[in-house]
């Protein structure tokens, strides 16, 4: 299958994203792959032997979201500069979201901009962090605060990688697909609840959907001036998690389980969703043994760890909440009140 990226801003730079369609990718210039030890065990020989170029390369840097840093990415760029890769060069991320994230920053700078490609082999990845161009690192003050959009000239999803998915990793990424569901299609979520996503054919059916969804959001709005933010449903809380564990306690996909939870129950206090559809949300949630629960230190803290997210403007915190299921709406004046007692309930 293959699901076509047409974006408005720069229109010359539309791509295709294709679903278990990897074949020959032939290159006139030098090609260096972006990948880990982890998953270079599993799948490097193979996409090496796929790629067709003047020079290839592999430039492997350490496995974890705590690498996820502006160190790692001096140390792509110098290897870059070690083999002599110049502004016709192609970088291939070979991994998950950190891998993606990483080699699309690391590409937007090199000599001003190079081109790269995608070839996610987590979940997480496939269905949400390869497609849309946004690229960064985190900082000792937030996750992705250091960044770029970049485009990738193509995605490659191949299911069968997913088989050598730890089931974490794999129920991490289901999260990323409830959550679109929840704020953007009610039909898709009732299909969820009545599927199971361990079945492979189920689980390629919800990654193409999820795909067909952020490719028609990232299509409106390439550079999340608008509905594109709404992507970032329960990742206002998840980024605060995530920064105070240290990225070690929870896997991304986890974080936005908790995060979803959290900002539901703000949906909650507000009106905007009821006690059952809070209810139905958790229980998708827990069937895939996502964590719903996480003990908040300081609610005070917590809040203030607001205004380092991306989504805070002008000392006001933007919050992506669920309307119903199905449907969304995008806040930016709760009472600060309001939101100290939802988090105290975490305490």
Same mark, same amino acid.
């Given at each position: 299958?293959?699901?076509?990226?047409?974006?408005?801003?720069?229109?010359?730079?539309?791509?295709?994203?294709?679903?278990? @369609?990897?074949?020959?990718?032939?290159?006139?210039?030098?090609?260096?792959?972006?990948?880990?030890?982890?998953?270079?065990?599993?799948?490097?020989?193979?996409?090496?032997?796929? #790629?067709?170029?003047?020079?290839?390369?592999?430039?492997?840097?350490?496995? &974890? @979201? +705590?690498?996820?840093?502006?160190?790692?990415? =001096?140390?792509?760029?110098? @290897?870059?500069?070690?083999? !002599?890769?110049? !502004?016709?060069?192609?970088?291939?991320?070979?991994?998950?979201?950190?891998?993606?994230?990483?080699?699309?920053?690391?590409?937007?700078?090199?000599?001003?901009?190079?081109?790269?490609?995608? #070839?996610?082999?987590?979940?997480?990845?496939?269905?949400?962090?390869?497609?849309?161009?946004?690229?960064?690192?985190?900082?000792?003050?937030?996750?992705?605060?250091?960044?770029?959009?970049?485009?990738?000239?193509?995605?490659?999803? +191949?299911?069968?990688?997913?088989?050598?998915?730890?089931?974490? =990793?794999?129920?991490?990424?289901?999260?990323? #697909?409830?959550?679109?569901?929840?704020?953007?299609?009610?039909?898709? /979520?009732?299909?969820?609840? *009545?599927?199971?996503?361990?079945?492979?054919?189920?689980?390629?059916?919800?990654?193409?959907?999820?795909?067909?969804?952020?490719?028609?959001?990232?299509?409106?709005?390439?550079? +999340?001036?608008?509905?594109?933010?709404?992507?970032?449903?329960?990742?206002?809380?998840?980024?605060?998690? =995530?920064?105070?564990?240290?990225?070690? !306690?929870?896997?991304?996909?986890?974080?936005?389980?908790?995060?979803?939870?959290?900002? *539901?129950?703000?949906?909650?206090?507000? &009106?905007?969703?009821?006690? %059952?559809?809070?209810? !139905?949300?958790?229980?998708?949630?827990?069937?895939?043994?996502?964590?719903?629960?996480?003990?908040?230190?300081?609610?005070?803290?917590?809040? =203030?760890? /607001?205004?380092?997210? %991306?989504?805070?403007?002008?000392?006001?915190?933007?919050?992506?909440?669920?309307?119903?299921?199905?449907?969304?709406?995008? +806040?930016?004046?709760?009472?600060?009140?309001?939101?100290?007692?939802?988090?105290?309930?975490?305490?």
């Amino acid at each position: 299958m293959q699901i076509n990226i047409k974006l408005t801003q720069e229109k010359d730079k539309n791509y295709d994203v294709f679903i278990d @369609e990897l074949g020959s990718l032939e290159f006139d210039a030098k090609v260096a792959i972006i990948t880990n030890p982890t998953v270079a065990a599993f799948h490097l020989e193979k996409v090496r032997s796929l #790629i067709k170029s003047d020079e290839l390369y592999v430039i492997t840097i350490q496995d &974890g @979201e +705590e690498y996820k840093n502006l160190e790692t990415i =001096e140390y792509i760029l110098d @290897e870059c500069f070690k083999h !002599r890769l110049d !502004r016709k060069s192609v970088l291939v991320a070979l991994g998950g979201g950190v891998i993606g994230d990483m080699t699309g920053f690391a590409a937007s700078i090199f000599q001003r901009g190079i081109e790269f490609v995608q #070839i996610p082999t987590t979940l997480l990845a496939q269905v949400d962090a390869s497609v849309g161009g946004k690229t960064g690192v985190n900082s000792k003050y937030g996750k992705n605060l250091i960044g770029s959009f970049w485009q990738p000239i193509s995605v490659h999803c +191949e299911t069968k990688f997913l088989k050598t998915l730890p089931v974490r =990793e794999l129920n991490a990424g289901i999260a990323e #697909i409830i959550k679109m569901a929840i704020t953007f299609d009610e039909d898709f /979520f009732i299909w969820l609840e *009545n599927h199971d996503l361990r079945d492979k054919e189920d689980l390629k059916k919800a990654i193409e959907k999820s795909i067909k969804t952020k490719a028609s959001i990232v299509s409106q709005d390439e550079r +999340e001036a608008g509905v594109r933010a709404v992507l970032n449903y329960g990742h206002t809380f998840a980024h605060v998690i =995530e920064n105070e564990t240290q990225y070690k !306690r929870f896997v991304h996909g986890e974080a936005v389980a908790i995060g979803i939870v959290m900002a *539901n129950e703000l949906a909650l206090k507000l &009106g905007l969703m009821s006690n %059952k559809d809070v209810l !139905r949300i958790k229980y998708l949630l827990q069937r895939y043994d996502l964590p719903i629960d996480y003990e908040i230190k300081s609610a005070e803290d917590f809040y =203030e760890h /607001f205004f380092l997210d %991306k989504k805070s403007n002008n000392n006001k915190i933007t919050f992506i909440l669920a309307n119903g299921i199905g449907r969304y709406k995008i +806040e930016n004046s709760i009472n600060k009140k309001l939101v100290i007692d939802v988090l105290k309930d975490f305490e």
